[in-house]
């Protein structure tokens, strides 16, 4: 309405000043052309006189040209010199206008403009030229995927494209595959747990809540780990749980962001449900917090980086010490990656029953393949760890360096 009533107006304006000239009557032209003649005849006689004077004309010359002049001025005097009032003829053209402009300024408008635009409404935000290329290009991201699966970054940028455009069950699928291909790191557990999250509509109970408490464990001072884990809590009713978490991650936040008024506020909120007297606790160890984990950093030795490619592939994983050399867990990576930090956990073991938390040593090996096979084969680049204790907090350090026979 705002709009219509200031388009309204200038085209009001626009009329207050075209349309008083067209609609009243012009004034009458009257002019004397006798006396005009007369006068211009007195002047035409006052330069032929001083002429004369002045010797540029003889007298002949000028007797001649003063007849030229009185039988000039006696025809002119014998036009009528009275011309008749004019009256003006462009009332007819104001009511064109009035007509006229309105309704040509409504159907250009209709043709070439956009009233949606008009109310802000999420359904054109939707239509925007930036987020039609936005699709595009994550479609063509998506296609090459298809192309070359083990791209995790890929998965990663198109999950984080997807949760953006708000389509997200396909963000879920591209997250899953970035965890697959790059396992147990936080930033991918947490943006997965998340996605999967907002499907489930918010509810963080079940894998999301797993997720979340594994990247805990990684790193305890997440800040989106703490946040969604103080939400996994308060849902299920866990609020002395969900207010440790909370409380932990207060101080983490900048000073007056939104985010700590915001915490503060569920703080204060969640301080309700808790009875008068309770001391906030520790977060209860979990299976997800207690499962195997085993640290580990995988660099290559300088005088095998020239028989190596940057888009080699890398398999960091372990093995049991006797019996199936089947992995209880695995990592792949590439060359470019390197140095690379890894954890192995439970989530990795390619069998349910085949996994880290069911031996007390393992082997630790990183290999590199050119073939992209997990199995071994001659040729490739190995770095081995032959005992390592699970119950061993430290960070186990494998350095390629040898090759396999």
Do not use: C
């Not at 002949?60 to 003829?89: C, F, G, K, M, R």
């Not at 198109?158 to 595959?177: N, Q």
């Not at 962001?257 to 309770?278: D, H, V, W, Y």
């Not at 032959?386 to 350095?399: F, G």
Request: charged fraction near 20%; glycine fraction near 6%.
């Amino acid at each position: 309405m705002l709009f219509l009533l200031i388009s309204s107006v200038l085209i009001l304006i626009a009329f207050l000043i075209i349309l008083p000239p067209l609609w009243r009557k012009q004034p009458a032209i009257t002019s004397d052309l006798d006396q005009r003649n007369i006068a211009i005849a007195r002047q035409r006689l006052a330069e032929l006189k001083e002429q004369l004077q002045a010797g540029g004309l003889t007298q002949t010359l000028y007797d001649e040209q003063l007849i030229e002049l009185e039988q000039a001025l006696s025809d002119d005097l014998d036009i009528e010199s009275h011309v008749n009032p004019i009256q003006s003829q462009g009332r007819w053209m104001a009511w064109v206008l009035v007509l006229a402009v309105p309704l040509l300024s409504a159907s250009l408008y209709w043709t070439l403009g956009n009233y949606q635009s008009l109310t802000p409404d999420d359904q054109s935000v939707a239509t925007t030229p930036q987020r039609e290329q936005m699709i595009s290009m994550v479609a063509g991201l998506a296609q090459r995927l298809e192309k070359q699966p083990a791209d995790a970054q890929g998965w990663l940028m198109l999950g984080r494209s997807y949760k953006y455009l708000e389509e997200l069950p396909k963000a879920v699928a591209a997250f899953e595959h970035a965890y697959q291909l790059m396992g147990d790191q936080p930033e991918i557990m947490l943006l997965y747990a998340d996605a999967l999250a907002f499907v489930n509509n918010e509810e963080l109970a079940g894998k999301p809540a797993e997720l979340v408490f594994k990247a805990l464990a990684i790193e305890p001072e997440n800040v989106t780990g703490l946040w969604l884990g103080g939400m996994a809590k308060a849902q299920t009713g866990e609020f002395v749980a969900a207010m440790g978490l909370w409380k932990k991650l207060e101080p983490l936040l900048p000073p007056g962001s939104e985010g700590l008024q915001e915490i503060q506020s569920m703080i204060a909120k969640l301080a309700t449900e808790i009875p008068e007297g309770t001391e906030l606790e520790e977060v209860a160890a979990t299976p997800a917090l207690t499962a195997a984990n085993i640290a580990v950093e995988v660099s290559l030795a300088p005088e095998v980086q020239n028989s190596t490619n940057p888009t080699d592939t890398v398999f960091v994983y372990a093995q049991a010490l006797s019996g199936p050399q089947m992995p209880l867990a695995i990592m792949r990576k590439q060359v470019s990656d390197l140095p690379l930090s890894v954890n192995l956990t439970d989530a990795m073991a390619m069998m349910p029953t085949m996994k880290l938390s069911n031996f007390a040593q393992v082997k630790l090996l990183a290999r590199i393949s050119k073939s992209g096979n997990a199995m071994k084969q001659p040729g490739d680049l190995i770095g081995v760890i032959e005992s390592v204790t699970l119950a061993d907090p430290s960070t186990h350090k494998i350095v390629i360096n040898d090759q396999v026979k």
